[in-house]
């Protein structure tokens, strides 16, 4: 083989250590530096260390404005950056949590869509805030990840339906829990998508050759999933007699209880 047919293999192998000493770079600074953002300081890490025990409510006291995100936000994330914190003692540790969605979505797209890994890393990196959100504890870059691939599996099944597998479709509603349970804001869009996305799957049903519809264990499996993405709005409307809180409903008048709007 000469050295021109060895060209795009090299090439390959340049952008693969690239992209990996750029992710060890990442995950170095994300390690090594404090977050000192706004949401950061005012309550990713103090809900982190709050949720790990590592912080006391007598140590650190939640202002009411705080309180009731605290009590009404989904906690996933936190609780991942809790964990993190808890196991290696420091307080850089949840600023990995950026990490943990944006590179199970360059796994999906690969699985998915059959693009490299590299490819798939370097277009997502090459986005400013993408790249800044990797050595940061807010929380956005992981729910957005998972929203995105939860709207790459539904593409997925529109476009190659024969190829939807019941893996997929697990997948789908595994990304719907993890998207409600970690950020209010995308609670409606996670909703639409999944309703959009059953809409489709029941009146193209003949064409998903893959799926395993009449087994009742896909749909257990897929209504736990389900149950779980909801865990949030339901504790909130037992506690508070609302889904959304600390967001008001509003519909001419308040309807139900919210102080979102209120002042810190």
């Not at 409600?180 to 998903?208: C, D, H, T």
């Not at 087994?215 to 736990?224: D, Q, W």
Request: net charge positive.
């Amino acid at each position: 083989m000469n050295w021109r047919a060895r060209l795009p293999q090299l090439g390959g192998r340049i952008l693969s250590l690239s992209v990996l000493l750029l992710l060890i770079a990442l995950v170095r600074k994300a390690w090594m530096d404090l977050d000192f953002g706004w949401d950061s300081l005012a309550y990713h890490l103090p809900f982190a260390g709050l949720r790990a025990g590592i912080l006391s409510p007598h140590e650190y006291r939640l202002s009411r404005f705080m309180l009731e995100r605290y009590n009404g936000f989904p906690i996933l994330p936190n609780r991942i950056q809790a964990a993190l914190w808890r196991i290696t003692s420091r307080i850089q540790a949840p600023n990995l949590i950026g990490l943990a969605g944006l590179l199970p979505l360059a796994g999906i797209v690969k699985g998915v869509f059959r693009v490299p890994l590299t490819y798939s890393l370097v277009a997502l990196l090459a986005i400013p805030v993408v790249l800044i959100q990797t050595t940061s504890s807010y929380v956005d870059l992981f729910s957005n990840s998972w929203m995105a691939a939860m709207l790459l599996l539904i593409w997925a099944a529109v476009v190659e339906p024969e190829c939807f597998s019941t893996r997929r479709l697990l997948g789908v509603f595994a990304c719907f829990a993890i998207v409600l349970n970690s950020k209010m804001q995308l609670e409606p869009v996670a909703l639409a998508a999944l309703g959009v996305f059953l809409a489709i799957a029941w009146f193209r049903r003949e064409r998903y050759t893959q799926l395993a519809w009449h087994k009742p264990g896909i749909v257990a499996a897929a209504a736990v999933l389900f149950m779980i993405g909801l865990a949030n709005p339901v504790k909130n409307w037992i506690e508070f007699g609302n889904p959304i809180y600390p967001l008001p409903i509003v519909s001419g008048r308040v309807v139900a209880p919210g102080e979102m709007s209120a002042k810190p």
